[in-house]
Structure formats: structure tokens, C-alpha cells
């Protein structure tokens, strides 16, 4: 199936913005939904943002209007923009290809000042 590797994490303060990528390769991804996840240790993983086949976004009640996702067929990414980030958004986020148990290996977001 589709390789998953995310990309872009780091440490980043309050306020501050990063912008995730999730690069796709090899098998089918266009007619996917795609969606980023995030998870802190001890808690379970739960979805930030999902984009559909066609470009359709959701978004998590607590990023609504700060993350916008985005997919790019053509090139098989998808993008994660993270702005006015809060402590509480620290997590390792992960890739996934929707309806699948395909899963990147994920990459560490920490916002701390």
C-alpha cells in the first residue's frame, strides 16, 4: 500500500506556526480521504483534520480556525498549516489514509516557550 512519511515537527512557541507534510508513495491515493491525527502519550489518538478525495476539509472543534489542511494529488502530499498553536496542541501527529490502518510513522510537535 501507500508509504507515509510525515514531516516538518519541531519545537515551536506559543503563537507560533508550523506546517506538517505528509508524502505519499507508491499504490493508490487520490480517491483516499486523508486525515492528520495527533496523540499524547497516555491518551488515545484522535483526528485534527481529514480532507476528502475532492478537496472537502473538517476539523476538530479545538483547531477550527487556526490548522488548514490541504492535499496536492499531483504531487501525493498532504499539508497540515498550523497557526496561533498552543501548548496543548503538543503531540506526535500522523498521516493517515482514511479507512485504512495505514499510518506514517509520525513527527513531534511540541509548543512551549
Known amino acids: 500500500q501507500v508509504q507515509l512519511v510525515e514531516s516538518g515537527g519541531g519545537l515551536v512557541r506559543p503563537g507560533g506556526s508550523l506546517r506538517l507534510s505528509c508524502a505519499a508513495s507508491?499504490?493508490?491515493?487520490?480517491?483516499?480521504?486523508m486525515a492528520w491525527y495527533r496523540q499524547v502519550p497516555g491518551r488515545q489518538r484522535d483526528v485534527v483534520a481529514s480532507?476528502?478525495?475532492?478537496?472537502?476539509?473538517y476539523y476538530a472543534a479545538s483547531v477550527k480556525g487556526r490548522f488548514t489542511i490541504s492535499r496536492d494529488n499531483a504531487k501525493k502530499t498532504v499539508d497540515l498549516q498550523m497557526n496561533s498553536l498552543k501548548a496543548e496542541d503538543t503531540a506526535v501527529y500522523y498521516c493517515?489514509?482514511?479507512?485504512?490502518?495505514?499510518w506514517g510513522r509520525g513527527t513531534q510537535v511540541t509548543v512551549s516557550s
Open positions: 507508491g499504490g493508490i491515493f487520490s480517491t483516499y480521504a
Open positions: 480532507i476528502t478525495s475532492r478537496g472537502i476539509t
Open positions: 493517515n489514509q482514511g479507512g485504512t490502518s495505514n
